[in-house]
């Protein structure tokens, strides 16, 4: 098998489906790394293992799955010499409980499931360990209980801190420390107790400084009445992390001693979590245990896609007896594609041990190689077109093949021209035939229905299709061509009733209608627009349009002898012809009777420093002084 054939036949997603009904994440792991066997026994066994996991489900009882948990990488840890932590410690505890759990009930149904019971016995409990985990370790932390001598350590502990925390009172409630005191209580600092004291006063008190507020306004002091407690403090931690690490090291090795027989339990778990995944999906899906051979012959009765909808067609279809080639025909979306998939990863279904929807007279077969070549395969990036990639692929395949492989062809020959794509879709249909495999293909191709009616260990096989509705109906019926509906369709779609008729008489014969037709008779002479007359009428102040430049300007001086108009236009005149402008609006009808127009022209500052000189504005004249100054340089 491929990585192109599971996920052309949607394998993969097939698996996570399933894996999703697995509980630990060793049944996931194992159901990720699950490929499908062609090994009759190795698929036998697996069928039959989901078989009694539906009937145990059944049952009504529920799989102590809960609890148990993934451990391998805390094994990796032991293994490398690392102590476990106490949490580390409760999961290995949590999933020794699962396995005697698992282990017991299990056993107790062997009457009903005798293979996967006896996988049970393989199981070892270690019921000694888990009390001992449970015995040491409470809420993640090892208990006092665990030993003697952390019991006395963690006594002298709270001793301690009981006579620490009496001194540091009775300091707080000296009426003498009141005034030194910034906040009345107990702080801890770098695991030593401290007295918030006013900073003024730090050197008033006796004792260590251990910390400074941010602001500096407030010391934290060790006073000297408990200094000493503080240091027989910290041996005393100490002592208890050693004891601590001696426990855990103690539990650890323990669990180390017996790393073999955890190892063989965490595989039997993965094992029996996966077995009831399937079969929980084998219920879900209604499913059933079919009948297996390894000499290419399929049976499906009534098989459903495990990935359609519960209202899909079902399936019926054989090859594999009477002829070991068979050509699907009819029209699109007719289901042609959806048959491939569906005997495609029905058969991988049952290589991995899944339970397939369908009758239970459904046989189906094992190959050693599944391939595909379904929808298009076009390559960007190797420059291949449909028809190119088709042919790279089923090249690759013909190297490969053997009289143990299924084929599934869809539209095989197609993006290339008819006569040489059926040609080519035969001899390769042939050459597969020769190896010895089970090939079904699609096509619309008449030839390769023809070559499949005259081959006597070839078959036709039609999709149905309704011609009234234009509606598939998806049922395969075998000994049978289908059509593309393509004159159905057309009709459906209103198409004129001449075309339909003259196109089926091409389908019959090749006589087609050669008449020349002179155009002259049918084609009609188009009406001359008249070129209107161009408008030279123009006046100062008109607003008109400049062709060129798709934008308004103002005529500023009419129509020379040249034909040209002055225009104003982005505060500069030019000169244009009157082709190429339009009248928009006269001027007369943009400004009021006297209106002067040769402000029109004239930008704002000039309008300005003519008005201020009017008004007689001395910094107007200084202005033109300034002017006339620069000029004369």
């Given amino acids: 098998m491929n990585e192109i054939t599971y996920e052309k036949l949607q394998y993969n997603e097939l698996k996570q489906i399933i894996r999703s009904y697995c509980i630990s994440g060793l049944g996931k792991q194992l159901m990720d790394k699950l490929k499908p066997s062609s090994n009759i026994n190795i698929v036998k066994s697996r069928l039959n293992e989901t078989t009694e996991a539906v009937a145990v489900l059944n049952t009504n009882s529920r799989v102590p799955f809960l609890g148990v948990s993934n451990i391998e990488n805390i094994m990796q840890n032991l293994e490398k010499g690392i102590i476990l932590q106490p949490d580390d410690l409760v999961n290995v505890s949590d999933f020794l409980r699962g396995c005697r759990k698992i282990k017991n009930y299990m056993l107790d149904k062997e009457f009903i499931a005798p293979v996967i ?26 208990d006092s209980a665990a030993s003697k001598e952390l019991k006395r350590i963690r006594n ?4 301690v801190e009981s006579r620490m925390e009496e001194r540091l009172n009775r300091f707080l409630k000296s009426s003498a420390n ?23 006063y730090k050197h008033h008190i006796d004792g260590v400084i251990v910390d400074t507020s941010s602001k500096g306004s407030t010391v934290f002091i060790e006073p000297a009445a408990v200094s000493k407690l503080n240091n027989e403090l910290a041996v005393l931690k100490a002592e208890e992390q050693m004891e601590e690490y001696q426990i855990l090291a103690t539990l650890s090795g323990m669990i180390l001693e017996n790393i073999s027989e955890l190892k063989i339990n965490m595989e039997l778990i993965g094992q029996y979590d996966m077995v009831f995944a399937k079969a929980k999906f084998s219920k879900q899906m209604e499913g059933i245990e079919p009948k297996l051979n390894d000499h290419g012959f399929i049976k499906l009765v009534n098989c459903k896609h495990p990935l359609l909808p519960g209202e899909a067609v079902p399936l019926n279809f054989e090859i594999g007896e009477d002829f070991r080639s068979l050509i699907i025909t009819g029209p699109n979306a007719g289901g042609k594609t959806v048959v491939l998939k569906t005997i495609g990863l029905l058969t991988l279904s049952v290589m991995s041990g899944f339970h397939i929807t369908a009758n239970k007279e459904t046989e ?11 929808g298009d395969n076009q390559s960007i990036e190797n420059a291949l077109s449909t028809f190119s990639s088709h042919m790279q692929n089923i090249a690759s395949i013909l190297q490969h093949v ?17 006569n040489e794509g059926a040609a080519l879709a035969i001899s390769i249909l042939e050459e597969f035939y020769h190896t010895g495999c089970i090939t079904v293909a699609t096509t619309h191709y008449g030839e390769i229905k023809r070559f499949s009616e005259m081959h006597p260990d070839f078959m036709n096989a039609a999709m149905q299709f309704n011609s009234e509705t234009l509606e598939p109906l998806y049922k395969l019926i075998l000994g049978r061509s289908g059509e593309s509906n393509a004159l159905w369709i057309s009709q459906k779609m209103n198409m004129k009733e001449q075309v339909l008729r003259r196109a089926k008489g091409y389908m019959n014969n090749k006589e087609y209608d050669l008449e020349r037709i002179d155009n002259r008779k049918i084609r009609k002479p188009k009406s001359v627009k008249q070129k209107s007359d161009i408008f030279t009428g123009y006046e100062k102040g008109d607003r008109v349009k400049l062709l060129e430049y798709d934008d308004f300007g103002i005529i500023y001086k009419e129509m ?29 009808d943009l400004y009021p009777a006297g209106y002067d127009l040769d402000s029109l022209f004239e930008d704002y500052s000039s309008r300005k420093m003519q008005h201020d000189l009017e008004r007689g504005s001395k910094k107007a004249l200084r202005n033109i002084e300034k002017e006339i100054r620069k000029g004369k340089k």
Wanted: charged share 25%; glycine share 4%; hydrophobic share 35%.
């Fill in 364 to 374: 189906i077969s094992l190959f050693e190689n599944i391939f595909v070549d379904i």
């Fill in 560 to 588: 020379d002898s040249n034909k040209n108009v002055t225009v104003f236009y982005n505060k500069e005149l030019m000169e244009v012809n009157v082709k190429r402008v339009s009248l928009e609006v006269k001027g007369k």
């Fill in 402 to 418: 053997n009289s143990h492989s299924l084929l599934l062809f869809d539209e095989l020959g197609s993006g290339t021209e008819p």
């Fill in 156 to 159: 002298n502990l709270h001793a």
């Fill in 117 to 142: 019971a006896s996988y049970a016995n393989s199981m070892t409990t270690f019921q000694s360990v888990e009390e001992e985990i449970d015995f040491s370790i409470k809420g993640n932390r090892i």
């Fill in 178 to 200: 009141k005034k030194y005191i910034q906040e009345a209580f107990i702080s801890k600092k770098d695991d030593r107790y401290t007295i918030p004291i006013k900073a003024a």
